[in-house]
């Protein structure tokens, strides 16, 4: 089986593949003080929670925006799973060009998403045989709000990066010392009648509007037609308030890695 790895800011996600099968799907809160012998144990204990162990993964792939805990994380796999991880990185054959200057400036979950999505989704919106392939715009609600647009072709083209939903009410607390920390969770109504309705207004039908923005603007620079794909934390919770995305995919950045690992070690 195959251990892929995804590590961001917030949430480490990881998934074990049997072929193209997805066994099961875990989650961690990241940590950026992790050693290579902690991260080891919570592995194990997460894989053992779904009836799995180290001696069923066979190779491992792993995509990381938090530097400090990259080298833990192989060594642990390395030491106690026996396996040397594809870790993504400049080099890697990804089968997409990347026009973002510089190149390795791109955060690797930006180019694991866009090669899955690309993978998956880049087929007439209408399913109609023989058209050309579309373009794809990724949006991954995760620290950071990201839009990410891929070619046709593939090219990966670049993208936008804005304050993820939780970074702006965490701000808002902090500056704001009458205001009150509040959930992020779509009220009755727009217009607030209380404090905590008002910001939780403010919260979430601002990223709404700031989705139906930047997606405007971005499909307004393509001559091509794209399809929206959202991923990441809130992206079912924003996805039905929307036109202007087309579909969700909650294993996107599992699913590319799979891929990327299946390309280069086959």
């Not at 995509?63 to 799973?81: C, D, F, G, K, N």
């Amino acid at each position: 089986m195959l251990l892929a790895v995804d590590v961001g800011n917030s949430n480490t996600s990881i998934g074990v593949f049997e072929g193209d099968r997805m066994c099961c799907e875990l989650r961690l809160a990241t940590h950026r003080d992790w050693t290579r012998d902690e991260f080891a144990i919570k592995l194990e204990r997460a894989l053992a929670l779904q009836g799995l162990c180290f001696e069923g993964i066979h190779d491992g792939v792993l995509a990381s925006v938090v530097p400090p805990v990259t080298e833990p994380i192989v060594a642990a796999l390395a030491r106690y799973v026996g396996v040397e991880a594809l870790v993504v990185g400049p080099g890697l054959d990804t089968g997409m060009p990347v026009l973002y200057e510089p190149p390795r400036d791109v955060g690797a979950d930006r180019i694991v998403a866009a090669i899955a999505a690309h993978e998956r989704y880049a087929t007439p919106a209408d399913g109609s045989a023989g058209a050309a392939t579309v373009g794809i715009i990724i949006v991954d609600f995760g620290t950071a709000t990201t839009f990410d647009v891929v070619s046709p072709t593939p090219e990966y083209l670049g993208g936008v990066i804005s304050p993820g939903v939780g970074i702006s009410a965490d701000a808002l607390f902090k500056r704001a010392a009458k205001l009150p920390r509040v959930d992020v969770a779509k009220p009755a109504a727009v217009i607030g009648r209380n404090t905590v309705t008002a910001i939780q207004s403010g919260l979430f039908y601002g990223y709404v509007g700031l989705v139906e923005g930047m997606l405007g603007r971005i499909r307004g620079e393509l001559p091509w037609t794209a399809r929206v794909v959202a991923t990441g934390g809130l992206a079912r919770k924003i996805a039905p308030e929307t036109a202007a995305i087309d579909v969700v995919d909650d294993n996107l950045m599992l699913d590319g890695l799979r891929l990327l690992h299946r390309r280069n070690r086959g």
